[in-house]
């Protein structure tokens, strides 16, 4: 006999069910349409509004907002009813930490965020791209913008409510990842919480992809879907979606395979090396993954500029200025699309030559302590594993960065790469905590006994970065421009 507890788990699952079908079919043509006539006739005959010549946007914006409220109420129904309706009141304890992380994301954005007709123009681009114009990187996002859309005109604020949209929805899911692992690591919790603070301050912190440089970046999106894939690799029945959504990162931007690729490649390592003898779905998961990676990397760099529409750069501005009202897309398209990689170095190298002090330096020397602290973190666990494959797998953890080298010869956004140097290296060390490994806990407990006895360095620290921070696309912050403009003005005045 079923009781009512059973009976009233399999009600919320079939609603939550429900309701994320119906934000799917939101990207069907004909139903967006009909939604679309609904918000305009409620709009004219029952709140009276005027139609103005941007309702179309408007209509789609408003769309845009009803999908997304959907899916956030959708999917917290169902994250809910898989649990046991007894277990509430642990849920209810986890949501502390991570509620906090999320209110305190949520501020960063709305502090730092720029207004709608002040995004980048090479990032502005990315959300007129779409599969329609060719097969290529960072097309992927673009094309989920053109189904917002209904393939029609796209404004400024279109996108920025995107942008904001999606910041929101890292910030959601990030707090969850984070607050979850800060209530359910009773052991080592505060480690976990003097990690998840230096996170959250730190100069590449969560709140790097807010701020006017970095603010509806690709790489942002990038991050969702590993974060994603990280998960999912814990879960038996959802880990065979891990390759896709390293294909979805790889297909949103390219120069993840020198950050993110390698971060996926160290976990399947450990995945396989985690037993003393891994099962066959496992040496599966690792081969199609990684295939996966190789043969779409090979795609996108050598063949997928056959696919394109145009052939001529101006031709393709033309068209993409005629579907949207932004004044400019700077020279995205010539960069991302019509220079070769010799082009890409020659421009790199003689605009670093050409700075007396390139920006970029700042945002890798700034970053050189935490990555020390990483270092040695790493260093205490390779000292303290007996496992010859756990050492391996430390070891390519703290080597992971070399492979980024090419990033930083052929392109010049110093203060991107970093950022995702750093958060995969948050990533890796999370997860190791998550798992419990012995020597990860040993060395843990090394570097919080120093935090307590350095403790007032470490919070004057956290908040100086917090401060001065975070880094933008190529290098420091205005902040801290002005912070060395007032000490150097002030050293002036004394001498």
């Given at each position: 006999?079923?009781?009512?507890?059973?009976?009233?788990?399999?009600?919320?699952?079939?609603?939550?069910?429900?309701?994320?079908?119906?934000?799917?079919?939101?990207?069907?043509?004909?139903?967006?349409?009909?939604?679309?006539?609904?918000?305009?006739?409620?709009?004219?005959?029952?709140?009276?509004?005027?139609?103005?010549?941007?309702?179309?946007?408007?209509?789609n914006y408003r769309l845009l907002q009803i999908v997304i409220s959907g899916l956030?109420?959708?999917?917290?129904?169902?994250?809910?009813?898989?649990?046991?309706?007894?277990?509430?009141?642990?849920?209810?304890?986890?949501?502390?930490?991570?509620?906090?992380?999320?209110?305190?994301?949520?501020?960063?954005?709305?502090?730092?965020?720029?207004?709608?007709g002040n995004i980048d123009g090479h990032t502005l681009s990315a959300y007129l791209?779409?599969?329609?114009?060719?097969?290529?990187?960072?097309?992927?996002?673009?094309?989920?913008?053109?189904?917002?859309?209904?393939?029609?005109?796209?404004?400024?604020?279109?996108?920025?409510?995107?942008?904001?949209?999606?910041?929101?929805?890292?910030?959601?899911?990030?707090?969850?990842?984070?607050?979850?692992?800060?209530?359910?690591?009773?052991?080592?919790?505060?480690?976990?919480?003097?990690?998840?603070?230096?996170?959250?301050?730190?100069?590449?912190?969560?709140?790097?992809?807010?701020?006017?440089?970095?603010?509806?970046?690709?790489?942002?999106?990038?991050?969702?879907?590993?974060?994603?894939?990280?998960?999912?690799?814990?879960?038996?029945?959802?880990?065979?979606?891990?390759?896709?959504?390293?294909?979805?990162?790889?297909?949103?931007?390219?120069?993840?395979?020198?950050?993110?690729?390698?971060?996926?490649?160290?976990?399947?390592?450990?995945?396989?090396?985690?037993?003393?003898?891994?099962?066959?779905?496992?040496?599966?998961?690792?081969?199609?993954?990684?295939?996966?990676?190789?043969?779409?990397?090979?795609?996108?760099?050598?063949?997928?500029?056959?696919?394109?529409?145009?052939?001529?750069?101006?031709?393709?501005?033309?068209?993409?200025?005629?579907?949207?009202?932004?004044?400019?897309?700077?020279?995205?398209?010539?960069?991302?699309?019509?220079?070769?990689?010799?082009?890409?170095?020659?421009?790199?190298?003689?605009?670093?030559?050409?700075?007396?002090?390139?920006?970029?330096?700042?945002?890798?020397?700034?970053?050189?302590?935490?990555?020390?602290?990483?270092?040695?973190?790493?260093?205490?666990?390779?000292?303290?594993?007996?496992?010859?494959?756990?050492?391996?797998?430390?070891?390519?953890?703290?080597?992971?960065?070399?492979?980024?080298?090419?990033?930083?010869?052929?392109?010049?956004?110093?203060?991107?790469?970093?950022?995702?140097?750093?958060?995969?290296?948050?990533?890796?060390?999370?997860?190791?905590?998550?798992?419990?490994?012995?020597?990860?806990?040993?060395?843990?407990?090394?570097?919080?006994?120093?935090?307590?006895?350095?403790?007032?360095?470490?919070?004057?620290?956290?908040?100086?970065?917090?401060?001065?921070?975070?880094?933008?696309?190529?290098?420091?912050?205005?902040?801290?421009?002005?912070?060395?403009?007032?000490?150097?003005?002030?050293?002036?005045?004394?001498?």
């Amino acid at each position: 006999m079923i009781n009512d507890s059973d009976k009233s788990q399999k009600f919320l699952r079939l609603f939550a069910v429900i309701g994320l079908i119906g934000c799917a079919s939101a990207l069907i043509p004909a139903v967006r349409s009909e939604i679309i006539a609904i918000i305009a006739f409620c709009e004219s005959h029952i709140l009276h509004r005027q139609i103005s010549e941007e309702i179309w946007n408007y209509r789609n914006y408003r769309l845009l907002q009803i999908v997304i409220s959907g899916l956030f109420v959708s999917m917290a129904v169902l994250f809910f009813s898989l649990r046991k309706l007894s277990e509430w009141d642990d849920l209810r304890v986890w949501a502390k930490g991570g509620a906090l992380i999320f209110i305190y994301l949520i501020f960063c954005l709305i502090a730092d965020n720029p207004p709608p007709g002040n995004i980048d123009g090479h990032t502005l681009s990315a959300y007129l791209l779409s599969y329609r114009q060719g097969f290529s990187s960072r097309m992927f996002i673009g094309t989920i913008v053109d189904f917002l859309v209904g393939g029609g005109f796209i404004t400024q604020k279109f996108i920025w409510a995107f942008i904001v949209s999606a910041s929101i929805l890292y910030c959601f899911f990030l707090s969850v990842l984070l607050g979850y692992l800060i209530e359910h690591e009773e052991k080592m919790r505060g480690f976990v919480i003097l990690l998840v603070a230096l996170y959250l301050s730190c100069f590449t912190s969560p709140a790097a992809y807010f701020v006017p440089g970095n603010f509806g970046r690709l790489d942002m999106y990038a991050l969702i879907f590993i974060l994603g894939a990280v998960v999912l690799l814990e879960k038996p029945g959802w880990r065979w979606s891990v390759p896709i959504l390293c294909l979805f990162s790889i297909a949103t931007h390219l120069v993840v395979i020198f950050f993110y690729m390698p971060l996926i490649f160290i976990l399947l390592l450990y995945k396989l090396f985690e037993n003393d003898s891994p099962d066959k779905n496992t040496k599966r998961l690792f081969i199609t993954t990684v295939g996966i990676i190789v043969l779409s990397s090979v795609y996108f760099i050598l063949f997928s500029k056959n696919t394109l529409l145009f052939n001529n750069e101006q031709a393709w501005v033309n068209y993409l200025m005629n579907r949207t009202d932004a004044p400019t897309i700077d020279s995205s398209l010539h960069f991302e699309f019509f220079l070769s990689m010799r082009g890409h170095f020659e421009y790199a190298q003689n605009t670093i030559k050409e700075s007396k002090i390139f920006p970029g330096v700042f945002s890798v020397l700034m970053n050189i302590p935490v990555f020390t602290l990483f270092a040695y973190f790493w260093k205490q666990c390779i000292a303290n594993e007996h496992r010859k494959t756990m050492k391996l797998v430390f070891i390519l953890s703290v080597l992971a960065p070399i492979i980024s080298i090419p990033a930083f010869m052929f392109f010049i956004d110093w203060g991107r790469w970093v950022i995702m140097i750093m958060t995969s290296q948050f990533i890796l060390v999370f997860y190791f905590l998550y798992k419990r490994e012995t020597s990860v806990l040993y060395a843990s407990e090394i570097l919080l006994a120093a935090e307590k006895r350095h403790h007032f360095a470490f919070v004057l620290t956290c908040f100086l970065m917090l401060c001065i921070g975070p880094i933008w696309q190529i290098g420091i912050s205005p902040r801290f421009i002005w912070l060395l403009k007032v000490i150097s003005s002030s050293i002036a005045s004394l001498i």
